[in-house]
């Protein structure tokens, strides 16, 4: 771990104890409650969630049900404010990229897929403490007609630091269907 990443987590750590009163919770929730522990504020579901995807900074290697493997690259850039997921032969020789974000209260999903359009879709579902993260569809760009075919939804799981799996589903001409899982493994 860099001296520079050090230096940012203990300055989100920071902040989170002066806004919190105490240590930060990252439990899940949708939005500023109250704990029943210690009656110290929750981080909004969303928040803890963009948090998360933070923390898979670095190189990854994803294997799909689909029978390929790729290598992924997610960074952290914008001063913080993105984390971008960065595919590499997922499609032979294409390289695809997903961008997250907050937006006020709301995390946010942008891919820039293959299929040449760019569905944006927003975490509707935190489940498992926040380990589990739903994403449904809000709208897209360059799509060639209403019923295009398009990413539709999808589902991040995060398992150790190591690992974490997503799962995307399709949308053509008013059917929706899971096209397929990725399990991802942290490359050393």
């Not at 799981?157 to 799962?167: A, L």
Request: negative net charge; glycine residues 10%.
């Amino acid at each position: 771990m860099t001296g520079r990443r050090i230096l940012e987590i203990v300055l989100i750590l920071a902040t989170w104890l002066a806004a919190a009163g105490g240590a930060p919770s990252l439990g899940a929730t949708t939005g500023d409650q109250e704990s029943p522990n210690a009656g110290k504020k929750v981080m909004p579901a969303a928040a803890a969630a963009f948090e998360r995807f933070k923390e898979l900074a670095g190189t990854w290697v994803g294997r799909s049900t689909k029978g390929w493997e790729d290598e992924t690259t997610i960074d952290v850039i914008a001063g913080g404010s993105v984390v971008r997921s960065t595919s590499f032969n997922a499609h032979p020789g294409e390289t695809m990229l997903t961008l997250f974000h907050l937006d006020g209260d709301r995390l946010m999903l942008t891919h820039y897929c293959v299929a040449k359009n760019q569905p944006r879709m927003v975490a509707s579902r935190f489940e498992d403490g926040g380990r589990k993260v739903a994403f449904d569809f809000l709208d897209a760009t360059n799509l060639q007609r209403p019923g295009a075919g398009h990413m539709h939804a999808s589902v991040f799981e995060f398992g150790d630091r190591d690992h974490f799996t997503s799962r995307w589903s399709w949308f053509e001409d008013g059917s929706e269907r899971w096209m397929e899982e990725i399990v991802y493994e942290r490359k050393r």
